[in-house]
T-cell receptor
């Protein structure tokens, strides 16, 4: 069983729609959760972090965490073609600040 | 503000040749430093991390090694490259909080 699982996609949404990206993790002791955006050929860029159950909003992005269900999601409102990228979910597992990454979900936003 | 540099940006090397990739961080002191590899179509794999000068922890046994000769310098090396060493090598840093920030990466092709 993979430690952090994401649907590889691609997830296709029209411009202006809400994109919903999902991630599940296996380590119940995990406390910190992150979303990175990675454009093709570029390095990952941190866009959201969440530590408590519930929602966290930052501009068009909302991260949602449910520790009981071991589930974290990222919502992108008013999706733009520039949001087209691969979104990586990362979870802080046991041990010193080690992040475990999912393989990412590719998002395509069509004009 | 903090900045992370990696060089070279791209590298093409023959099998059996040595490797040296460098990463430096500016604008912060005593960062935690990380080397990741991202193979084509695969997730991020943590290779090494360091909490201070001369302190290196290896996550995956292989023909790579890492060194930290200065507080903000992290070097990834190999004596003899394998075909399987091809990939996108990413350096990252963090301080007390869990968030990790990535450098621009080095794309290595071993022929």
């Amino acid at each position: 069983q993979k430690e952090v699982e994401q649907n590889s996609g691609p997830l296709s949404v029209p411009e202006g729609a809400i994109a919903s990206l999902n991630c599940t993790y296996s380590d119940r002791g995990s406390q910190s959760f992150f979303w990175y955006r990675q454009y093709s050929g570029k390095s990952p860029e941190l866009i959201m972090s969440i530590y408590s159950n519930g929602d966290k909003e930052d501009g068009r992005f909302t991260a949602q965490l449910n520790k009981a269900s071991q589930y974290v999601s990222l919502l992108i409102r008013d999706s733009q073609p520039s949001d087209s990228a691969t979104y990586l979910c990362a979870v802080k597992g046991t041990g010193f600040q080690k992040l475990v990454f999912g393989t990412g979900t590719r998002l395509l936003v069509s004009p | 503000s903090q900045t992370i540099h990696q060089w070279p940006a791209t590298l093409v090397q023959p099998v059996g040749s040595p490797l040296s990739l460098e990463c430096t961080v500016e604008g912060t002191s005593n960062p935690n430093l990380y080397w990741y590899r991202q193979a084509a179509g695969r997730g991020l794999q943590l290779l090494f991390y360091s909490v201070g000068i001369g302190q290196i922890s290896s996550e995956v046994p292989q023909n790579l090694s890492a060194s930290r000769p200065q507080d903000r310098q992290f070097i990834l090396s190999s004596k003899k490259l394998l075909l399987s060493d091809s990939g996108f090598y990413l350096c990252a840093w963090s301080v007390i909080v869990n968030e990790q920030f990535f450098g621009p990466g080095t794309r290595l092709t071993v022929l």
